[in-house]
Structure formats: structure tokens, C-alpha cells
């Protein structure tokens, strides 16, 4: 049973997503099992879902069978990568677009039912991925935030002071994440060269 019904969700959904004009991007997916799709891709990420275009066939690899994916969105001018983790009580696989790559990576994913004159702030939701947890980004203080200040240690705390940076506000917390990415990469670029 069911299968039956899973089955009649994903025609139901694959129907539905053929019925509209859609966006086509060239790049690049990453299935789990490293094997690589180049050309064009269709994301639906609200769904879960990765479309993947040769010719007229057009294949679809839900967010549990996809590691990662890349294009270039030439309508704003940046290179988007996804990521396929799992989040919930349920652990579903959901696809979250990076919006910074790092030790702390920081990811969102789009609210439903999103009127147009939203800005990004206000259409997605914000989470840190860190040593495989997904916190959300409002929850930064009280989760990520000490330990962020003490392994990034007097030189992190001084960026905080004197850039007046406040862990409760979201595009603060973004900027600790950066800075705190950048130190993390410096000190590995450091101990390769000794």
C-alpha cells in the first residue's frame, strides 16, 4: 500500500513539474554514488527533486540519491552549489543551497509559499552545518556561537569586539562564520608549510 501511494506521488509530482516551463542550467550533480552528470539541470528544490536532461530524455534523482550539484544561475550572475542532507524528526533528505562553504557551512533552504517582494533574508530559511548536525541559523548564540569563540580563541574574540558583531543577529552570525572559515583555512595553510 504504501508503495502504491509513493508511486502515485511521484507521477503526480513528475506530471506536474512537466507541466510548466522550467529553468535549465548547465552544470554538473554528484549522486551518492560518485557518479558524476554533466549538462543540463532542472532543481526543484522545494520537492526534492534534481532533473537531469540528455537529449529528450529527461532523468529525475530525488535528494537521497544526489550528494551534491553545480550551475552557473546567469540571471544573477553567481555560481550555486546544492547539498542533499538529512534533516527532521523523519531524517528526509532535503536539498540546501550553500551560502558559505567551510569547517562551518552555512546553507538555507527556501520557505513555501514565498510572495515575490520578499528579500532573501525573509525567503529562506538559514541553518549551520557543522560535525554533521543542521542547527538553525536563530539558533546560532546559544548553539554554535561558544564554541565558535573558543576554538577561534583572542583572535576571533577580537573580530567580534571591534567589529561590533551581535551573535543574536542573523547577518552578524554569517559574518562570525566567514571570519571564523578563515581562520580554520589559515591555520591549515600554516601547518602544510612548516
Known amino acids: ?11 503526480f509530482t513528475v506530471g506536474k513539474l512537466a507541466a510548466y516551463d522550467r529553468e535549465w542550467y548547465t552544470g554538473a550533480i554528484v549522486l ?3 557518479e558524476v552528470l ?17 537529449g529528450d530524455q529527461v532523468y529525475i534523482y530525488p535528494a537521497h540519491r544526489v550528494q551534491s550539484l553545480h550551475f552557473f544561475d546567469s540571471k544573477a550572475n553567481i555560481n550555486r552549489k546544492y547539498i542533499s542532507l538529512q ?3 523523519w531524517r528526509r533528505c532535503h536539498l540546501y543551497e550553500v551560502v558559505v562553504k567551510g569547517s562551518v557551512t552555512i546553507v538555507r533552504r ?8 520578499y528579500s532573501d533574508a525573509d525567503s529562506f530559511i538559514y541553518y549551520i552545518y557543522t560535525e554533521g548536525e543542521l542547527v538553525q541559523l536563530r539558533s546560532f548564540r546559544k548553539q554554535i556561537y561558544p564554541a565558535l569563540r573558543q576554538a577561534g580563541g583572542v583572535q576571533f574574540s577580537m573580530f567580534v569586539l571591534e567589529q561590533h558583531l551581535n551573535p543574536n543577529d542573523d547577518a552578524h552570525a554569517i559574518r ?7 581562520l580554520v583555512l589559515s591555520d591549515e595553510t600554516l601547518a602544510t608549510k612548516r
Open 87 to 89: 534533516h527532521g524528526t
Open 176 to 182: 562570525m562564520v566567514q571570519y571564523y572559515n578563515a
Open 32 to 34: 551518492q554514488t560518485q
Open 1 to 11: 500500500m504504501k508503495h502504491t501511494i509513493l508511486v502515485w506521488l511521484i507521477l
Open 110 to 117: 527556501e520557505k513555501r509559499n514565498i510572495s515575490p517582494v
Open 38 to 54: 554533466i549538462g543540463a539541470i532542472g532543481i526543484e528544490p522545494e520537492h526534492g527533486i534534481v532533473l537531469h536532461k540528455q
